[in-house]
């Protein structure tokens, strides 16, 4: 398998985790993506200081982004709070193809191919971690406290416009 994908892809400035919220394995189906959601609702309602409608969209595509492409058997779901105090999410799967996830340019045209932008875009950090010795691929991403009005800004202009990285 190829190496984590080159900056600036991702950023490792992460704090290390503190506490796990909560953790799920599902399905890896179409279907289980809005269970991903609920899960990350049902969490996040103790956690007022995050944008949960941010942190849902997130996952919705990270997890939407597992099911389509790994070919995995399942998907993990772990939300967490750092040491820091910022939320991370990590999407866990075990690919059973050699592909990476990675930041797409689709054309302004292309129903998808955003996920991975989109997440760039509106987490405060993230990352694509492949080969662990296990063989799994995990994708994390970071959200501050507070974090939400410029992120929505930047989903929106996504989902309006269509925008592509770069475009």
Known sequence: MAGPPDPPQWRDDSSPVDAVLASRTFPARAEQVSAARR????????????????????????????????????????????????????????????????????????????????????????????DDPQGRVAVWFEVAEGDGAAAWTDAAVLAVEGAAPGR
Not at 76 to 105: Q, Y
């Open 39 to 130: 899960l990350t609702q049902e969490t996040l309602a103790s956690y007022p200081k995050f944008d949960a409608d941010l942190v849902e969209l997130l996952v919705s595509e990270v997890v939407t982004n597992s099911v389509i492409h790994s070919r995995s058997p399942a998907v993990e779901v772990e939300i967490a709070l750092t040491k820091a105090g910022d939320l991370r999410v990590t999407v866990t799967d075990r690919p059973r193809t050699a592909r990476i996830p990675h930041v797409r340019s689709p054309e302004p045209t292309e129903p998808g191919g955003r996920g991975l932008f989109i997440v760039s875009r509106c987490a405060t950090r993230w990352r694509v971690e492949p």
